[in-house]
């Protein structure tokens, strides 16, 4: 007899299967409407040109390249929204300054982001565009989880911290 835990995760296969299949066939018969390989390529096409670009080396340079980027901007973002985010955990004036600043850039769409840094990068140099705008949306999101963290912290814990105020790292790690 199958569990109900591996009969969900089966069910949940076949719906998953079954939105890409959806996806297919509403991207083949587009395709089919428009008539336009350019704007809407076939399925077998994007599937061709995948495995083709799979077989050179150039793609693996540029994932390379991508995931380098994505890591110095994860890199950057936890450094300032860390820092941030326990800055403004701990003093409320801090909190009150900093708090606009990550609501703009929370809600501000990242093309907007993308065309600011792309207009105040000197001499056309847009290779760092996409670790800034990465960097810059990460900042707001680990800034709130550190914030609201250390805000929520019951006092009790702070109360024995100030006791044991021997700052080592049996004191942090507890």
Not at 14 to 41: E, M, Q, T, W
């Amino acid at each position: 007899m199958i569990s109900t835990t591996t009969s969900n995760k089966i069910k949940n296969l076949i719906l998953f299967v079954a939105g890409i299949l959806i996806i297919v066939i509403i991207i083949s018969l587009i395709g089919l409407i428009k008539d336009n390989s350019i704007v809407f390529p076939s399925v077998l096409d994007i599937t061709n040109t995948f495995f083709s670009l799979l077989g050179k080396g150039e793609t693996y340079q540029y994932i390379g390249i991508t995931l380098l980027d994505f890591i110095i901007a994860l890199i950057c973002s936890s450094i300032l929204g860390l820092g941030f985010g326990i800055l403004s955990g701990f003093n409320d004036v801090s909190r009150g300054i900093l708090r606009p600043f990550m609501i703009v850039f929370r809600s501000m769409p990242m093309v907007i982001i993308i065309v600011i840094i792309m207009l105040t990068i000197p001499n056309d140099n847009y290779r760092y565009v996409p670790i800034v705008s990465t960097a810059i949306a990460l900042i707001p999101i680990l800034y709130e989880a550190v914030s609201e963290g250390i805000r929520r912290i019951d006092s009790t814990y702070n109360d024995v911290w100030r006791l044991n105020s021997k700052l080592n790292s049996k004191v942090i790690f507890n």
